[in-house]
């Protein structure tokens, strides 16, 4: 079964500081690896996504994050924090269910990113 | 603008009675699911679809239902027997390219209170 885990629940950071959030998963076969964030009371937006290749991702708003099959992780990272930053932030996996048309995502239970002036 | 919508943005309901969310997308995506967002817990998915006239269970899928009839929507009820219903639905899409990348849209969701 995959499964996904964001062992850090609630992180504060600095405006201007560096940011890693941290993102485990399971999975039998390859993995394809979201990020999205979502604003309280709306819906998600995906910052970026991971499907072959590179393994160093670049995503939306200076957002990156890493593949590392020996780890099985895939965090996420910015150099520089914004206040605007401040929001949930999932890390999803998933892959095609058997051989039909829909992709069944497993998400973390979030992290919630805190921003101080 | 093409992307997901979901109404309405509040419901409130009774104990006891059914009540439908509403999803309509027009980015023409074959693949639409819906899921249940409770604090702490993450997303879990309820039903999809993966084409017209066809729908699955996900891991939660008791206590609800859905209908396919169009390629553009996909209601979700909730039904009495949903023991607890009070939660943020979010409707998502994909356009279903079977082992290609493919990512999930998702509407501003629907949240849910009974009374």
């Known amino acids: 079964a995959q499964s996904v885990t964001q062992p850090d629940i609630h992180i504060t950071v600095s405006e201007g500081a560096s940011l890693e959030l941290r993102c485990n998963y399971s999975?039998?076969?390859?993995?394809?690896l979201f990020w999205y964030v979502q604003s309280p009371g709306q819906g998600l937006q995906l910052l970026l996504k991971?499907?072959?290749?590179?393994?160093l991702v670049q995503g939306i708003k200076g957002f990156e994050a890493e593949f590392k099959r020996s780890q099985s992780s895939f965090n996420l990272r910015k150099p520089s924090v914004h206040w605007s930053d401040a929001a949930e932030y999932f890390c999803?996996?998933?892959?095609?269910?058997?051989?039909?048309?829909?992709?069944?995502?497993?998400f973390g239970t979030g992290t919630r990113l805190q921003v101080t002036l | 603008d093409g992307g997901i919508t979901q109404s309405p943005k509040y419901l409130f309901r009774k104990e006891g009675q059914n009540v439908t969310l509403s999803c309509e997308q027009n980015?023409?995506?074959?693949?639409m699911y819906w899921y249940r967002q409770d604090p702490g817990q993450g997303l879990r998915l309820i039903y999809y679809?993966?084409?017209?006239?066809?729908?699955q269970k996900g891991d939660i899928a008791e206590g609800y239902s859905v209908s396919r009839e169009k390629k553009e929507s996909f209601p979700l009820t909730v039904t009495s027997a949903q023991k607890n219903p009070t939660a943020f639905y979010l409707c998502?899409?994909?356009?279903?390219?079977?082992?290609?990348?493919?990512?999930?849209?998702f509407g501003p969701g629907t949240r849910l209170t009974v009374l």
């Open positions: 998502a899409s994909s356009s279903g390219t079977p082992g290609a990348d493919d990512e999930q849209f």
């Open positions: 999975y039998g076969a390859t993995p394809y």
């Open positions: 991971y499907f072959s290749g590179d393994t």
């Open positions: 999803a996996v998933g892959g095609a269910i058997n051989t039909g048309t829909a992709s069944k995502l497993t």
């Open positions: 980015l023409n995506h074959d693949a």
């Open positions: 679809s993966q084409i017209v006239n066809d729908f």
